[in-house]
């Protein structure tokens, strides 16, 4: 039987680890995602897992070690924030190259300087390209969710692909509200047991996992991981739906609020999407026709389905809570580029929000939606609920 | 996503020709170190003395490539030099001075 409970993000995230019950957990404590490891040996210290729980003495050294136990068959799950991410940055390529599946859980936090433990996106933003599954949850529940859905596409022997799933610092991670947990025997049998190609502990058949490879062949090992992408775009939809056949909770790549017959769109990630949708339905109310795309699947970008549920809007706004200093911001990077590759030019107003926790109120999204309406669209970048 | 999903399959295939032919990861597959001539980097040479050895087998055990032979019963038998790289270690580490290093130039 499903039960309910008032919980976090972060405990709802430990929760599922603690039904996975991974072969092996080798973390590193940084705020706001030290929760979920704090809970998480909890359960190792009072014998409700027999995961191997190896504590270290840095971020760099947790994932190296979750990459070699994954390339050893090994079920790998850990999680990390900020500057905690950022020292991992050299391992990532690896783990996504070996093609050795993680569930990573990502609690967003800015990164320093200058220091600051609340949310934005700029730490798994800073991964997006180095060949891992980016999630990015609503709430405390997606998070739950996704953590148990990531195991099944992560470790598809066609995707072989580290995930990380994130929810937002302290606003997901650390705020209480109800969550519906699965039973036991319900997940255990949803995530079944890894089946390992090349394990590094399979003696009859011996690989070397981290061989040279110059310019002859690394192109086509980079081809290999685009392949894989691609399998989990395609895989993606079929693991959601077998989820929602044990859940009753369905989450796609993209999540359509009301974007139908909208005809202005406010196309945004992760937490502050619930103050959006709130918005949508008030500004409904009044005879605007308004909707939010929020985009849960961030890498693979699902290109092709965010172009076809924003064709023929009228002009769309992009919340981007993060930066990419002397460039364009990330989300809305992408989202040009799918419109602009699917023939749709539409008006994009690019609008940077919530840097380093700042609050992002109902009041904003309404002006963003208000010049939308009155044709107040130009090129440069807009910041939200900044001094200025 | 490689073809080849097991050493086995990839001996059938060769030299890979396309991407799909390319093992997963970079991984090599079988357990290919034992084809490697490691020995080719060697500048300098240990040259073992049976006279002296005692057979003690700290040299077999500080060897990084494996390359201290041995008898049935254990005995240091002399050097593999198809895997030794010249490090010199069995040298540093033999008590009895069994182990002398020598340039390769001296057995060209
Ligand atoms: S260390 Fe010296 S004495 Fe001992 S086994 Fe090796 S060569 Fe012989
Ligand atoms: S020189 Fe180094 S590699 Fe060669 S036998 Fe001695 S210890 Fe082994």
Redesign the pocket.
Known sequence: MPRKEITSGNWAFAEAMRQIDPDVVAAYPITPSTDIIMKFAEFVANGKVETNFVTVESEHSAITACVTASAAGARVMTASSANGVALMHEIFPIAGCFRTPIVFGLVNRSVGAPINIHCDHSDSMGQRDLGWIHLYCEDAQEAYDSAIMAVRLSENNDVLTPVFVCQDGFITSHGFEPVEYLDDETVKNFVGEREPLNSLLDVDNPVSYGSFAMSEYYFEIKRQQIEANKKALELYDGIAKEYEAVSGRYYPMIDCYRTEDADHVIVIMSSASGAVKDVVDEMRDKGHKVGCLRIRMFRPFPKEAVAAALKGKKAVAVLDRCLSLGGTAPLVAEVRSALYASGEMIPTNSCIYGLGGRDFFPQYAEDIFMDLINGKISPEERYIGLLE | MSDCKNWKEMKDVGKPKKWQDVPMGGIAYGASAENVETGQWRSIRPV?NEE?????????VQCPDRS?TTDENGK?TGIDYFYCKGCGI?AH????K??EMRPEADFA
Do not use: F, G, N, R
């Open positions: 073992w002296e050895c005692i057979s003690c087998m700290l040299c077999w201290i240091v069995c580490v033999c008590p009895k069994a182990i």
